[in-house]
T-cell receptor
């Protein structure tokens, strides 16, 4: 069964450093999402992406964040200058159609630890 | 303010019991998702619904748009159903809002 993959599974970085979290969505999916979950808290929506551009973004997704689909298979989340409060589990998801009509498939997550 | 409220927060059941988890939301929605988060953190989408009822195996999800309420039912619960169940809504502005989850433990 096709699945969404994410790398790395765990990333440790120093505050102020740039990180790139990588996701490989399911191959025929067209809609891509990033979510984060701070330890012990609820999942939060960051951004949705379709047709090579951001469809929606939350208040969390400020200028420090960016997303890209560089090569038609990978979908990346970049945090330019990490802060301690960026420490969280980051989940990528994809769906064939929009979240209006289709279920999303989630990756296993990347745990980001900012020291 | 929480756009999505779930109850109960924690639930312990004996194997075989019928379980209901509730979700209420305060925004106009286009769709509602029920997700399952395993102890290891992985998230699985269970249902996406915008009206009525859906069934998959022992799981049933219902939604009442007028009352802004959805329920997830598990029949004949099993220890492997132990997980956190999360309700998430897509509002009419295409923003996702998540509930805090219901932690279910099914005891053999």
């Amino acid at each position: 069964e096709p699945e969404v993959t994410q790398t790395p599974s765990h990333q440790v970085t120093q505050m102020g450093q740039e990180v790139i979290l990588r996701c490989v969505p399911i191959s025929n999916h067209l809609y891509f999402y990033w979510y984060r979950q701070i330890l012990g808290q609820k999942v939060e929506f960051l951004v949705s992406f379709y047709n090579n551009e951001i469809s929606e973004k939350s208040e969390i997704f400020d200028d420090q964040f960016s997303v890209e689909r560089p090569d038609g298979s990978n979908f990346t989340l970049k945090i330019r200058s990490t802060k301690l409060e960026d420490s969280a589990m980051y989940f990528c998801a994809s769906s064939e159609n929009s979240g209006l009509v289709d279920t999303q498939y989630f990756g296993p997550g990347t745990r980001l630890t900012v020291l | 303010k929480n756009e999505v409220e779930q109850s109960p927060q924690n639930l312990t059941a004996q194997e075989g019991e019928f379980i209901t988890i509730n979700c209420s939301y305060s925004v106009g929605i286009s769709a509602l998702h029920w997700l399952q988060q395993h102890p290891g953190g992985g998230i699985v989408s269970l249902f996406m619904l915008s009206s009525g009822k859906k069934k998959h195996g022992r799981l049933i999800a219902t939604i009442n748009i007028q009352e802004k309420h959805s329920s997830l039912h598990i029949t004949a619960s099993h220890p492997r159903d132990s997980a956190v169940y999360i309700c998430a809504v897509l509002n009419t502005g295409n923003q996702f809002y998540f509930g805090t989850g219901t932690s279910l433990t099914v005891i053999p």
